[in-house]
């Protein structure tokens, strides 16, 4: 799992199966939750990184980019912080593949639950 350590987005049509949590967490605050419940879900950080703000030190405006199986933090104008992911089962859907859809499935129970302890909901 990958999130980007800085960006401010909104999206008005995500992507199906798009999770969307408006916390009242500040960002640095979701950030440190969010590193803290992967662990407790035995997950790990695979990077951490923004597209966005790297293609900005090149002087480039991007909107983002996706890897397979990403939280996204974006910090709000009100100083708050929103968490969104795709469930996995969606991600992988387009594979079709059996064996895959049954582990994505298991995938979107731990995203879920790492989700709503990094967001204390």
Request: proline letters at 5%.
């Amino acid at each position: 799992m990958a999130f980007p350590l800085s960006t401010s987005a909104d999206s008005p049509n995500p992507f199906l199966g798009t999770v969307i949590t408006k916390t009242a967490h500040s960002y640095s605050a979701l950030v440190g939750s969010l590193r803290a419940a992967i662990g407790d879900n035995k997950m790990g950080v695979v990077a951490c990184a923004s597209a966005t703000i790297g293609a900005k030190n090149l002087g480039i405006t991007i909107a983002g980019i996706e890897a397979p199986l990403r939280y996204y933090i974006t910090k709000n104008g009100d100083e708050t912080a929103t968490l969104t992911y795709r469930k996995p089962s969606s991600v992988f859907a387009p594979n079709e593949n059996a064996d895959l859809d049954a582990m994505a499935l298991e995938l979107d129970e731990t995203f879920a639950r790492i989700a709503a302890a990094a967001t204390g909901g």
